[in-house]
């Protein structure tokens, strides 16, 4: 089945440190991946749409500047979280479709201190 | 905005027990699938239902798909440990150009006590 490799799975890092996370789809295309935050025992919200060659689509209320998304070949997109904050601690997943059924990635978990 | 909700948030059942999770679009869903997560992992595809009124079992589960399209249900029947985890219902919308949006229900908590 398809896969999709998300990097890294866990990082901590000092406030006001920017954090950079990979995700890429192994044996498929992705012209489009969409990256996610689930806080703890919460539900996953979908921040952005990342688009293959194009500005990434974020969701309401995600900045874009904060949270930057780049999708520069057709099997990788990074999110980079700019400047992070302690509140900005959680667990980031991608995806990629394929035939309408997302695969994630393995989920990156970030700390913040 | 759109909202998918998931009812009950939390259940915990004894092993062998039945058990039932529902979920509820506040709009029209081109079709609807259903997850599962483990603690502390990642969401799993379990299925997709696109038609009015489909149903579909995979041994133990049964995804029903409401006729409106704005609900599903998923039931498991005879519990069993290792369904502990979170499903999540997850309708995709469209919203008029060429991506359709995954939006993610609320999620039901499954414990299962042995």
């Known amino acids: 089945g398809a896969v999709v490799s998300q990097h890294p799975s866990w990082v901590i890092c000092k406030s006001g440190t920017s954090v950079k996370i990979e995700c890429r789809s192994l044996?498929?295309?992705?012209?489009?991946m969409f990256w996610y935050r689930q806080f703890p025992k919460q539900s996953l919200m979908l921040m952005a749409t990342?688009?293959?060659?194009?500005?990434?689509?974020?969701e309401q209320g995600v900045e874009k500047d904060k949270f930057l998304i780049n999708h520069a070949s057709l099997t990788l997109s990074t999110l980079t979280v700019t400047s992070a904050h302690p509140e900005d601690s959680s667990f980031y997943i991608c995806?990629?479709?394929?035939?309408?059924?997302?695969?994630f990635g393995a989920g990156t978990r970030l700390s913040v201190l | 905005g759109q909202q998918v909700m998931q009812i009950p948030q939390y259940q915990h059942v004894q092993e062998g027990e039945d058990f039932t999770t529902y979920c509820n679009s506040s709009?029209?869903?081109?079709?609807i699938q259903w997850y599962k997560q483990r603690p502390g992992g990642h969401p799993v595809f379990l299925i997709q239902l696109v038609k009015s009124g489909e149903v579909k079992k995979q041994k133990r589960l049964t995804f029903q798909f409401g006729e409106a399209k704005k609900n599903s249900s998923l039931h498991i029947t005879a519990t069993q440990t290792t369904d502990v985890g979170t499903y999540f219902c997850?309708?995709?919308?469209?919203?008029?150009?060429?991506?359709?949006?995954?939006?993610f229900g609320t999620g039901t908590l499954l414990a299962v006590q042995p």
């Open positions: 997850a309708g995709l919308m469209n919203y008029g150009g060429a991506t359709n949006k995954l939006i």
């Open positions: 044996d498929f295309q992705a012209t489009t």
């Open positions: 995806s990629a479709p394929r035939t309408n059924i997302q695969y």
């Open positions: 990342s688009n293959e060659g194009s500005k990434a689509t974020y």
């Open positions: 709009t029209t869903l081109s079709n």
